[in-house]
């Protein structure tokens, strides 16, 4: 179940690049494409690879709802994460100069895309009954990441936006009403 929710999430971001983001000007340095392809190619060799995924996916009562959880959080976060996306590309795409995002989990915290993203790789683990120890060290990377990328995303905000930034102190940093 792990590999095909993974698979799902990669075609999704896939049609989001093609269909949905806007680009701008910016060029990604070679790098993070050679890193970010290597994280995904290695995100589904290690499902398969891993002991636990030998392992037959236990029924009991609680393990099940481990599984509809896991699904739950991930159908949530990839529908919040293309929200967030389609937001972020309608300003792109209809304003002159960037602007402060807002709407869905933008009202909560800076950096939603980044929480999506960690909830997508928790539910994973979910997926995986927490038997897949190495999408366990992958999602704390992601976590660790996408903390560190979230951090830098609200000072860029406070920093090219102190007005707006400051009338929206209320936005968390990564975890909604947390940090």
């Given at each position: ?22 680009f ?25 690879l ?15 709802l ?92 406070v ?8 009338a ?12």
């Open positions: 179940m792990c590999l095909v929710c993974l698979q799902c999430h990669l075609f999704r971001r896939m049609l989001e690049s093609v269909s949905i983001t806007q701008g000007d910016s060029t990604m340095h070679a790098a993070a494409l050679i890193l970010g392809t290597c994280h995904y190619i290695m995100v589904s060799l290690s499902i398969v891993d002991d636990g995924a030998r392992d037959p996916m236990s029924l009991h009562w609680f393990d099940v481990v599984l509809l959880g896991g699904l739950s959080l991930f159908l949530v976060a990839s529908a919040h994460q293309m929200t967030c996306n389609a937001i972020l590309a309608s300003i792109k795409s209809s304003a002159i100069s960037y602007a402060i995002p807002q709407g869905d989990w933008f009202d909560l915290t800076w950096s939603p895309l980044y929480w999506a993203e960690v909830l997508l790789y928790t539910s994973l683990v979910l997926l995986s009954q927490g038997r897949n120890s190495n999408l366990m060290r992958i999602a704390l990377w992601v976590a660790i990441n996408q903390s560190i990328s979230a951090h830098r995303a609200k000072a860029w905000y920093a090219t936006f102190p007005a707006a930034a400051a929206l102190g209320h936005r968390a940093t990564l975890i909604p009403h947390v940090w």
